[in-house]
């Protein structure tokens, strides 16, 4: 029975207009969910992923960090270290709405002392190995980006530039992301309130910290609905 069902379900998405899809790589475009948007809209998307991650939030605010995850990474930065493979890492482009509810459950400080955890990792491994090639940079924040408009209750018109809810981002943010990592100016760590991804290192950590708190600043001016926790 699981092949039939699996037979059918490949017919449907052959002639789906916005099926669920895959690249080689493991690149999912997240395409069925404009189906979605269609037809409950934006803000019910957004809403229901909120009032999943709030739960999720509230219960992880309760327990600890798992050193098995961390000990992972670790192995992970180190093999690239020592086999001089090009490593970037990158902190997730979270919409504004996820780092409200980080700072609802009371998760913000968990947040801020796991990027220094992994900026420890990054950089005792760059003095390790001096030629090893590892770089981390963070996408997280309120920037115009990550503090999109989320549309009105039952607005069924109105489409997302940015995000399809507060924990994934579409494509074309998603480029955006790359071009910073890959492009020339990168390579040299430049940093500014206005790049889209920030650099960081012992020498970046509190300007980030900084630029953060600004953006929030101006999120909250601009738009401060998409503070507001389920």
């Not at 037979?7 to 899809?21: G, I, K, M």
């Not at 969910?33 to 809209?41: D, K, S, T």
């Not at 670790?74 to 270290?81: D, F, G, L, T, Y």
């Not at 990027?115 to 090639?133: A, C, L």
């Amino acid at each position: 029975m699981t092949s039939i069902g699996d037979v059918l379900r490949t017919l449907t998405l052959q002639y789906a207009n916005d099926p669920e899809s895959a690249s080689a790589r493991g690149f999912n475009s997240l395409m069925e969910y404009r189906a979605i948007a269609r037809r409950e809209g934006y803000e019910r998307m957004f809403r229901q992923r909120a009032q999943e991650n709030a739960r999720v939030f509230l219960k992880k605010s309760q327990g600890t960090p798992s050193l098995v995850d961390y000990a992972h990474l670790e192995s992970v930065v180190e093999n690239a270290a020592r086999s001089d493979v090009e490593l970037v890492l990158v902190i997730y482009p979270y919409h504004a709405q996820i780092l409200a509810l980080f700072e609802a459950s009371g998760l913000w400080p968990a947040f801020e002392a796991w990027k220094q955890k992994i900026m420890s990792v990054v950089e005792t491994n760059k003095e390790r190995f001096p030629q090893s090639r590892i770089a981390l940079y963070d996408f997280s924040g309120y920037a115009e980006y990550q503090c999109e408009k989320i549309p009105a209750a039952g607005d069924l018109k109105s489409v997302t530039r940015w995000y399809w809810e507060g924990g994934h981002f579409k494509k074309i943010l998603g480029d955006l992301v790359l071009e910073r990592v890959l492009s020339s100016q990168a390579s040299i760590g430049a940093n500014s309130p206005e790049v889209f991804g920030y650099r960081l290192s012992p020498d970046s950590i509190a300007g980030n910290a900084s630029r953060i708190a600004q953006e929030r600043k101006h999120c909250i001016q601009s738009s401060p609905e998409v503070l507001v926790t389920p």
